[in-house]
């Protein structure tokens, strides 16, 4: 077991300015939580992802704020120590304010999450303050933000041109002011992300695809570990094909099935002759 402290904001705020990169990694169960939080992983996202790494949907719009409770709390309990983000879904905030409160409340109180993250710009300013009023801290997230996937026009970089690009450092300067503790950049070019964490004055700016110039770093687990069949995309670095050793095993069991070489005698249990004879007796 590591003996590491729970990890808090003054914790992240610390890493931040001692420019000391920040580890964060999705993670939606409880065997997994309990290996990253081994790993030493600081922060956890569990991700509304899970919609299409876990349940095998073709986005995230159809995850529920249910289904985010169930996954967080398993999380939870497989890593004690790491900051838990819990990842508010699709039209669980951008409503009004009072449905933002009372769902990131959720995240909170019956996951025990740390903190909530939420997608959009200067729009969703008025839910981080809200959110951050109620006392819960908040993450906002710009750049490629997929529960917009569609008015943003698929999976792909943003804030290439300088519009854009400007467009996106204003909305970050609008979610820190609402009050939001950090933001992640999602594939934004990487000049983009050094500038605004040069620009950032109280606010943990962290990075997907977006470049190393950030106070930390996020990646999707799937990504990371060929566990997720449909697409690799191109920021993700494949650390181990987690894939591959799981299909190979689950391939050989199906032969050694087949083969009758699985079970061995090691993997089932006997009874004694005399207890099994007195059962052919009581049977007879
Ligand atoms: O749901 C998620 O995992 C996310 C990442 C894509 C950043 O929001």
Not at 66 to 74: E, F, L, P, Q, V
Not at 270 to 277: K, T, V
Request: glycine share 10%.
């Amino acid at each position: 077991m590591t003996e590491r402290k729970k990890i808090n904001l003054p914790y992240l705020f610390q890493k931040a300015q001692a420019k000391e990169p920040i580890s964060w990694l999705t993670c939606y169960d409880y065997p997994t939580a309990y290996l990253q939080d081994q790993a030493g992983v600081e922060m956890i996202l569990v991700g509304d992802s899970l919609g299409m790494t876990m349940l095998g949907f073709d986005s995230t719009l159809p995850v529920t704020m249910d289904d985010m409770i169930r996954h967080a709390s398993a999380v939870r309990r497989g890593a004690p120590t790491a900051f838990v983000v819990g990842d508010m879904p699709y039209m669980t905030y951008q409503p009004g304010n009072e449905i933002a409160v009372k769902n990131a409340g959720r995240f909170m109180a019956e996951a025990g999450c740390d903190a909530i993250k939420l997608e959009g710009g200067a729009a969703m300013a008025p839910r981080i303050q809200a959110i951050v009023d109620a006392g819960i801290p908040a993450i906002g997230h710009l750049g490629l933000t997929p529960q917009s996937v569609a008015a943003l026009g698929g999976f792909r970089l943003q804030g290439k041109s300088a519009d854009m690009a400007k467009k996106i450092a204003d909305d970050a300067k609008a979610l820190e002011k609402a009050g939001a503790f950090a933001i992640l950049l999602e594939l934004v070019p990487d000049r983009l992300c050094k500038m605004i964490t040069e620009r950032a004055e109280n606010c943990i700016i962290m990075s997907l695809g977006s470049g190393p110039d950030a106070h930390g770093q996020l990646l999707i687990y799937h990504d990371m570990f060929g566990l997720y069949p449909k697409f690799k995309p191109k920021m993700a670095k494949v650390f181990g094909n987690a894939g591959e050793v799981i299909l190979n095993g689950l391939k050989q069991y199906v032969s050694e099935v087949k083969s009758v070489t699985f079970p061995a005698p090691e993997n089932w249990f006997g009874m004694p002759d005399e207890e099994f004879d007195e059962l052919k007796k009581i049977l007879k």
